[in-house]
Nanobody, 121 residues
Framework: QVQLVESGGGSVQAGGSLRLSCAAS????????MSWYRQAPGKQRELVAT???????NYQDSVKGRFTISRDNTKNTVYLQMDSLKPEDTGVYYC???????????????WGQGTQVTVSA
């Protein structure tokens, strides 16, 4: 079994910063893309940022210049540095990754349980 565990969420005031972490564990052979999604109350889940194995990243327009996604392949961990936070950034942030297990040939998508981020005006 593979698990993704997020951490680093919390409550901050507008303009503040948070750093989210997501660690993948289990019988992992290879990790492909790692991404961060978020979901505000009553809204659909949306992609925030994604990063490839080589480090190429992509961001939702609304977070460009404020958020930075990175990963440490030696730790099977992806990070999301969030600066200049705005109230509209509030939501549950989910880690996502496509992983190939050591004992299974297929690629599978995994989701973390989510971590709450609340930004007050």
């Amino acid at each position: 079994q593979v698990q993704l565990v997020e951490s680093g969420g919390g409550s901050v005031q507008a303009g503040g910063s948070l750093r989210l972490s997501c660690a993948a564990s289990g019988s992992i052979f290879t990790i492909s893309v790692m991404s961060w999604y978020r979901q505000a109350p009553g809204k659909q889940r949306e992609l925030v940022a994604t990063i490839t194995v080589s480090g190429a990243s992509n961001y939702q327009d609304s977070v460009k210049g404020r958020f930075t996604i990175s990963r440490d392949n030696t730790k099977n961990t992806v990070y999301l540095q969030m600066d200049s936070l705005k109230p509209e950034d509030t939501g549950v942030y989910y880690c996502y990754s496509v992983i190939k297990r050591r004992t299974w040939s297929d690629w599978q998508a995994y989701w973390g349980q989510g971590t709450q981020v609340t930004v007050s005006a």
